[in-house]
């Protein structure tokens, strides 16, 4: 059995008198999608942050068996790390291009990939990244890590917001990068992440209550609205 990509354990955050992540541990598999779930407030964003380097943490990190918590976020995005935030957070007052050139790292050179999956985006080059629509938006949050060699992508609530049919656009390119990259998600509609997901880790006020495959969670109608609140037939959490 292959060592695991990334493990978190016995990790913490406070933030602001606030005891965000109480003691999270969990592993990622190489390949694949983990998905990570939970209620909203939970610590799940502040987990993806905490791996980034985003928040101040306390626990052990580990990267390929290298140990990356307490380090500097720009030399975790050099191990191979990529991070698409919650609200695409895209330099609204620079074009397409300039987002993309922005995000390239040294060598990149998956520019066919990002326009096979987002030929919108050539198209858009030279227009404005604040006009462009929620949609497009995401699709140059997503594009921006694409561009790079990353072994591992933390992808925050990617279909937030969106229309259906974009939602199934996103979850297109998502399943194109989980073919080159390892990625753990963060996502509400639970038709995605049976769609994607092969493990899921549920988070509850800060500490791991669940681990396992996604589809047996996702088929236990009782447990998924015990842990999410929600059932399978509503399709989000």
Request: aromatic share 2%; glycine share 14%.
């Amino acid at each position: 059995m292959s060592s695991p990509l990334l493990e978190v354990a016995d990790l913490h955050v406070r933030i602001g008198g606030s005891h965000i992540l109480q003691g999270v541990g969990f592993t990622v598999a190489k390949g694949g999608v983990t998905a990570l779930l939970g209620r909203n407030g939970v610590g799940k964003t502040t987990t993806i942050k905490a791996v980034m380097g985003l928040v101040r943490s306390t626990g052990t990190i580990t990267l390929d068996g290298a140990a990356i918590g307490g380090a500097r976020t720009f030399a975790i995005v050099r191990r191979g790390v990529g991070y698409v935030p919650e609200d695409r957070e895209v330099f609204a007052g620079l074009t397409v291009g300039e987002n993309l050139r922005l995000a390239r790292l040294d060598g990149a050179d998956r520019w066919d990939l990002v326009f096979d999956l987002f030929p919108e985006l050539k198209k858009r080059l030279g227009q404005q990244a604040g006009t462009l629509s929620g949609g497009q938006q995401q699709m140059v949050s997503l594009a921006r890590v694409l561009l790079n060699d990353h072994r591992l992508l933390l992808v925050d609530e990617p279909t937030k917001g969106l229309a259906p049919k974009v939602v199934g656009e996103v979850a297109d390119a998502l399943a194109r990068a989980a073919e080159i990259a390892t990625l753990v998600l963060v996502e509400q509609d639970l038709k995605v992440v049976r769609r994607l997901a092969g493990d899921a880790v549920v988070l509850d006020h800060g500490q791991v209550v669940h681990t396992g495959d996604a589809a047996a969670l996702l088929a236990d109608e009782e447990l998924t609205r015990r842990l999410l609140g929600v059932g399978m037939s509503e399709g989000a959490a």
